[in-house]
């Protein structure tokens, strides 16, 4: 099975076969899945963001893609390997995120939301922009780990192994980033944070700290699907562009701040996504606009969506 990417540039290059057989339509719903995982991570870190700060990032995405250029960084020039890419690239993204939250946009917390929206907006286009002049407009390959390179037979048909790892990855994920939300004392405080931040204040916690470890995480998580999408799709500077889009659809499909939305949200989005790239190649990238559309029709507030007087 090829190696592609994610839509255009960045989601898994699929090219639909002639014949339909039903192992080859098993294997794009398997292609769905890795597509909708790392549209998963984006959109919890997107979610998490929102859900406890109220911004809408708009520079998702451009994090998303810096996660990759330092795991090129990371892996190539201070020849850590993917696997200290894997790790180090969204520690550093997180801090430089934590950075700019604590400098910039902290500062526009108590205005009208709309500063935040048009600061991140502006970040974005900075971001890429800074990309290309550090490391040019052109893209740079990635290589699969060797020790993930190959496939295993899964059934009826041979998966990569390297998609195999990127599920796997993400389920991990998902459960320690539930577990650190459900189970600890942090966890608690972002959730009561992102429902009445007034009554936390009141308890004497103070929220700016928290706020900053909040963003810092949301963004690690941008820089960790980065890092995974590269060996499938290559590096190039407008990768988040399209990545970010579809982020902002699933959390808006999940429901805004809803952590198990954002993840039905996200497979189902990939599955959509990657099944039209069989059955309708032309409008593939318009799926998951129109799935929107269908689901806000039904539930304007996502599928997991509640109302947050915070926001309303």
């Given at each position: 099975m090829k190696q592609g990417g994610m839509g255009r540039s960045h989601a898994p290059r699929l090219h639909a076969p002639a014949p339909l057989c039903s192992f080859m339509l098993w294997e794009y719903i398997a292609n769905g899945l890795v597509v909708g995982t790392l549209y998963v991570i984006v959109a919890l870190g997107l979610s998490i963001i929102f859900g406890m700060i109220g911004v809408i990032n708009f520079a998702h995405g451009a994090f998303y893609a810096l996660g990759a250029y330092f795991a090129i960084l990371v892996k190539n020039t201070l020849g850590l390997g993917f696997t200290g890419a894997l790790v180090i690239s969204p520690i550093l993204v997180a801090i430089l995120g934590m950075t700019i939250e604590a400098l910039f946009l902290r500062r526009l917390y108590s205005g009208d939301p709309l500063l935040g929206l048009l600061f991140t907006f502006g970040l974005a286009m900075v971001i890429e922009q800074l990309i290309r002049i550090v490391w040019g407009p052109s893209g740079y390959p990635f290589d699969i780990p060797k020790a993930l390179f190959g496939a295993v037979p899964i059934g009826p048909f041979i998966y990569s192994k390297y998609r195999l790892f990127?599920?796997?990855c993400t389920a991990i994920l998902i459960l320690g980033l539930w577990g650190f939300l459900e189970k600890t004392i942090y966890g608690t405080i972002i959730r009561a944070g992102t429902r009445d931040p007034e009554m936390v204040r009141m308890l004497g916690i103070h929220l700016k700290p928290i706020f900053t470890a909040v963003f810092g995480l949301g963004i690690a998580l941008a820089a960790l699907a980065g890092v995974l999408s590269a060996p499938l799709a290559g590096v190039q500077p407008a990768m988040g562009s399209e990545v970010g889009t579809a982020a902002f659809v699933v959390v808006t499909i999940g429901g805004l701040g809803s952590f198990w939305g954002a993840i039905l949200a996200g497979l189902l989005v990939g599955e959509i996504v990657t099944l039209s790239?069989?059955?309708?190649?032309?409008?593939?990238?318009a799926s998951m606009y129109i799935l929107m559309a269908f689901?806000?029709?039904?539930?304007?507030?996502g599928l997991l969506g509640e109302r947050w007087e915070k926001f309303e």
């Open positions: 990127t599920l796997v790239i069989r059955f309708w190649p032309q409008g593939a990238q689901i806000l029709l039904i539930r304007p507030h």
